[in-house]
Every structure is written in structure tokens, then in C-alpha cells.
């Protein structure tokens, strides 16, 4: 029996939801890929292959002429390029094929151009290298719908935009290319996305796009520390507006990694800021100087971008007002500017911390979720915690506040779990 | 139909990455074949690279590398190293300036790798500072360079401001 699901929403027999949830099925269960397995064992296999044909070749081989070398140079690129055609022309609906081919054929462009290299000792340049060999690869991801290549792709351009930055007093614009690179791979995330949205591959993406964007953003020299974390700050609380859209809000948590990044990060942040120590050395914003930087742009542009998302997802009723999670970001930020005038600025993070904790312990203990009340509980134990470090307390009373702590947890947990089994 | 558009595009793409490599093999050719060859002074270590295996690292001896200025240098800058050559064949430096000169084919391409403000001086960095070799070749190699009793220089052909390195001699 087939089943058009798109007829079955329109006819009104099942929500949008529904409809959702029975593709995700369909998509995740085993006898679907069957054999994910041998996929993975290909796939890895491709890999090691690649990267014994590097180290091979590295070896260096003295003894050859200069034109076999330069053969066995072309060897890897050409016979996985032949391959390549052969997987196209024949096996282009085997999902192994595609992937071990397009794996094979990523190692061997690296190969190649460093082979090259190596024959006529040219200099290394790490990051024309790196940006060479993305230029080479992006088009894998899509010739072969290869997961792997998008991937490694991912790994790649964060492994740019790190030595990029690293070395770019000669080539100011090259780490800025990275954006550029990343636009031109999202087509393949969207659709990724919308066919494949449950499956285990997709979650990877969603964890590496989190990861390659805070690395690379952290990567970048700081012209003003300010405004650059400033604009952090506005990453990470996109990041966890990213994460309530309804698309990410309906996977496990474990895989909206926009969500669990995004509040991590902010609780993280915050419980930094608490110390005095970091307001001490901390100068303050001067405006004057912030129009030359260019992480001053970035903060305002990314400050749109997160008031429209906000304003979107309030459109599309997908957050409530009163959900204090989404605030945590804009308010980092009104404490950092309150700085300026104000010195006792880390005590206003302290309670914005304590704040939070109480709010994820009352509306955890509410929606009975033991993980939103833990995060409250852990909050609220590592604010105490660190305080503790600041001030000379004895050990009577350090020793006394750790047992109340652990006695809360467990109390806290059991009564949850007793309120559940009742219900 | 849709699949030959995915060749189609494979066929590009076969294309460029095939003319990357080619064209890194052509420059040097050219270079090589046409070059002029100097010797250059060095005091060589040897890192590893980690795709192209172990390496001797050419430093280039003290009258190569550093260059008296007044001139506004930034680190990383590009320049143009013109050298002259001595009775042995030996690279010297002659001048170094931000743009081409005319009439002049003796120069290399290179960076300024550090500038000492106080004394007026810049360091250079140039592109060709690699010399691959065996992996076992490398230490011993290493040694003997290191021993200081000998005078190492490396052999390189230089053409339209590339230099490409041919061999490494000490004797």
C-alpha cells in the first residue's frame, strides 16, 4: 500500500505533524539502510586507504625521475576520478558507492597537490593549500550526495578559517572566504534537512555547522576584545533561537544541537562573567574607537539578525514571551554595557545566574522534565560553588554547603521521579 | 537525463582538479627549463610536513636576509628581491624594492618576515625555503649541515621571479 501523505494532510486526516513524524519513521528504521554498516565500514575504509596513500607517497622517493613521480603523483587522483565516472555512470543509486567513491576522490586531491609540491619543493602556504583543496571538493558533495564529503568538508574549512586567520597579516580577505565557502554548502544542509530530516547524518551536520561556527568565529583577531564578545554573546543566543524552530524543536534533544550549544554556551559565558576578576581587567567600551572595528559591524548586524529571528518565531508562535531562556543573551549584553558606568557589573551576573536557575528548577519541576531542573539545579550549585573559591570561607562551612548541595540534588531528583510514577 | 547531468558536472570537475596540479607542474617546468641558476648560502633544519613527508628547511645565510630600509615595510609584505651574482655563481643581494624594476630579470618574489624597527632593518622570507628528501636521508643530512665545517648552498633556478630548487649541495 502506498501512501500519499502530502493528499492526507491536505484532505485534513492527519496534521503537519503527523505527517512528520510517520516520514521520520520511515527514514530512521533499520530496513532502510540495512546496510549502514557496510556503509560506514566503505566509507572508513576509503579513508585509511587515502591516508595510507599519503604517508606512502610522503616517504619521499629519492630514486625515481622526476616524471615518475610525478606519474605516481597523478595515480590516486586519476584512478579515483575513473572510478568516480564508473560509480556515476552505473552505481550512481548505491549509496555506498557514492560515499566510498567520493571519499577516495576527496583524499586524492590532496594528495596530488601536495605530491606536487613536494617534487618541485615548492614552500608550504597551509591555508591556499586548504582553500585549494575546498574548491576542489565542494562540488563532491553534490556530484555524489556524499554525507561523508560534507562532512569532512565541514572539518576542512574550520581547519581554514583557523590557519587563515593564523597567518593573515599577508591575505587580510582570505579568513572572511570562509563564509563564503559555507553559503555555497548550505543548499546541501537545507535539503538535507528537509529529506533526511531525522536520520543520525543530519544530526552530525547539525553538531559539526555548531562547532565549525564557533570555531571559526573565535578564530578571527581580535582588533577590540569587546565587541567581539559581544558578538559571540549574539552568536550563541542565535544559536539558541535556531534551536526553537519548529524544525529543531521537535528532534531529541540531544540532536538540537543549535539549542543545547546555544544555552550551554550563554550559561557558560555568564557564569564567567560572575567573577570579579574579569571585570577588573575589563576596559571599558569606547565608542569612539568602536567605529574602526570591524567586529563593531558584526555585533550590530548579528543584533538584526537576532531581533528578526526573535520576531519570527513570535510570528510563528514557536516561543512564548515569557520563556526567560531567550533573554539570556540580550541580557549579557545589557550587563556588559551597564559596565561602563556601573563596577559591581559581575554581581548583576551572579543573579542574573541565580535568576535562571530558579526559573529552569520551577518550570523543569512544571513540564516534569528531569533535565530542565538539573541544568537549574547545576546552575544554581556552580554559582555557589564558585563563589566559594572567591571568599575565605573555613572548611567547616565549605565542607557543610557541599553536602546541602548534594543532599538537594538527590532530594530535588526523588521527588520528581515520585511525582511521575503518581501520575 | 539526470544522470548525465551528474556527469556532466563530473567532467568539470575532473577537469579542474587535474588543472591545478598541471599547472603547479608547468610553472616550475618552465622555471627549470628556462631559470637561471645561483647558488644561495644557507644553514638548513629539517621539520616534517604532514602530507608531504620530512623536509630540510633552508635558512638563507645573513647577506641574504636581512635588508637595510627606511622604507614603510609591513610584515608579510610581497617584494621583489633583485640579487646580482658573484665570479662563483653565488646569489648576492642587490636591492629590494615594492615594485618591478625594468630592465631587470635577476629577482626573486618575496615576503618581509620581520621588521626590526630600531635598526631600520627587515628580514626577508623567501618562497623556496623547502627541500624534501628521504625521510632516513634527512638526519644525516641534518648532521652534516649542522656541523658548521662546511659550506652548504642550494642550487636554484630562477625565472619571472620563481625560484625552484634543484638541489642542495655541501662540501
Not at chain 1, 204 to 213: G, I, P, Y
Amino acid at each position: 500500500m502506498k501512501i500519499n501523505l502530502q493528499e492526507l494532510v491536505d484532505k485534513g486526516v492527519i496534521s503537519e505533524a503527523t505527517a512528520l513524524k510517520i516520514k521520520n519513521y520511515y527514514q530512521t528504521t533499520p530496513d532502510r539502510d540495512s546496510n549502514r554498516i557496510l556503509l560506514v565500514f566503505g566509507v572508513l575504509g576509503a579513508v585509511l586507504l587515502g591516508l595510507g596513500i599519503i604517508l606512502i607517497l610522503a616517504h619521499n622517493w629519492d630514486n625515481f625521475s622526476r616524471s615518475i613521480k610525478i606519474f605516481w603523483a597523478f595515480f590516486p587522483l586519476l584512478s579515483a576520478q575513473a572510478l568516480g565516472f564508473y560509480i556515476l555512470w552505473q552505481k550512481s543509486q548505491s549509496k555506498i558507492w557514492c560515499e566510498t567513491g567520493a571519499v577516495l576522490l576527496f583524499f586524492a586531491i590532496a594528495t596530488v597537490i601536495s605530491l606536487i609540491g613536494q617534487i618541485y619543493h615548492i614552500a608550504g602556504d597551509t591555508p591556499k593549500f586548504l582553500l585549494t583543496w575546498l574548491l576542489l571538493a565542494l562540488s563532491l558533495v553534490y556530484i555524489f550526495r556524499s554525507y561523508f564529503v560534507s562532512l569532512l568538508y565541514l572539518v576542512l574549512l574550520t581547519a581554514f578559517v583557523v590557519s587563515a586567520n593564523h597567518w593573515n597579516y599577508s591575505e587580510p580577505i582570505r579568513p572572511w572566504l570562509y563564509w563564503g565557502l559555507l553559503v555555497v554548502w548550505l543548499p546541501y544542509y537545507v535539503k538535507l534537512i528537509k529529506k533526511y530530516a531525522a536520520t543520525n547524518f543530519t544530526a552530525f551536520h547539525h553538531w559539526f555547522v555548531v562547532a565549525s561556527l564557533l570555531i571559526a568565529f573565535g578564530s578571527y583577531p581580535s582588533g577590540g576584545a569587546d565587541w567581539h564578545l559581544l558578538a559571540y554573546v549574539l552568536l550563541l543566543g542565535i544559536l539558541l533561537l535556531t534551536g526553537y524552530l519548529s524544525f529543531f524543536k521537535q528532534l531529541p534533544w540531544y540532536k538540537n544541537a543549535y539549542f543545547l550549544t546555544g544555552i550551554i554556551g550563554l550559561s557558560g559565558l555568564l557564569l564567567f562573567f560572575s567573577f570579579d576578576v574579569f571585570w577588573l581587567h575589563n576596559e571599558s567600551l569606547i565608542w569612539t574607537e568602536s567605529l574602526s572595528q570591524i567586529f563593531f559591524y558584526i555585533f550590530i548586524v548579528l543584533f538584526v539578525s537576532w531581533l528578526a529571528l526573535f520576531l519570527y518565531l513570535l510570528h510563528q508562535k514557536a516561543i512564548e514571551v515569557l520563556d526567560l531562556t531567550l533573554y539570556i543573551a540580550p541580557s549579557i549584553i545589557v550587563i556588559y554595557f551597564l559596565s561602563h558606568w556601573l563596577h559591581e557589573a559581575n554581581y548583576l551576573a551572579n543573579l542574573l545566574i541565580l535568576i535562571w536557575g530558579v526559573y529552569f528548577i520551577v518550570t523543569g519541576n512544571k513540564k516534569n522534565s528531569l533535565i530542565n531542573m538539573n541544568f537549574g539545579m547545576l546552575l544554581v550549585s556552580m554559582l555557589i560553588l564558585f563563589r566559594f573559591f572567591d571568599t575565605d570561607l573555613s572548611f567547616i562551612l565549605k565542607g557543610i554547603i557541599f553536602i546541602v548541595l548534594g543532599l538537594a540534588f538527590f532530594g530535588v531528583n526523588y521527588l520528581l521521579v515520585k511525582k511521575r510514577k503518581y501520575e | 537525463m539526470n544522470k548525465n547531468k551528474y556527469l556532466q558536472a563530473f567532467v568539470v570537475l575532473v577537469v579542474l582538479q587535474l588543472s591545478v596540479p598541471l599547472y603547479m607542474i608547468w610553472q616550475r617546468e618552465n622555471v627549470l627549463q628556462n631559470g637561471i641558476l645561483l647558488k644561495f648560502k644557507t644553514a638548513p633544519v629539517d621539520p616534517v610536513d604532514p602530507f608531504k613527508g620530512r623536509y630540510v628547511k633552508l635558512r638563507y645565510a645573513d647577506e641574504l636576509v636581512f635588508y637595510e630600509t627606511r622604507q614603510n615595510l609591513k610584515p608579510n609584505e610581497k617584494v621583489y628581491v633583485y640579487l646580482k651574482s658573484d665570479n662563483d655563481g653565488f646569489a648576492h643581494l642587490d636591492t629590494v624594492s615594492q615594485g618591478l624594476l625594468p630592465d631587470r630579470h635577476l629577482y626573486v618574489n618575496a615576503y618581509v618576515n620581520y621588521v626590526m624597527k630600531y635598526e631600520g632593518k627587515i628580514a626577508l622570507y623567501y618562497p623556496f625555503d623547502r627541500y624534501y628528501m628521504n625521510e632516513f636521508k634527512t638526519r644525516t643530512t641534518e648532521k652534516q649541515l649542522t656541523m658548521n665545517t662546511r659550506s652548504t648552498y642550494a642550487l636554484i633556478k630562477i625565472k619571472n621571479g620563481v625560484g625552484v630548487i634543484t638541489g642542495l649541495i655541501s662540501n
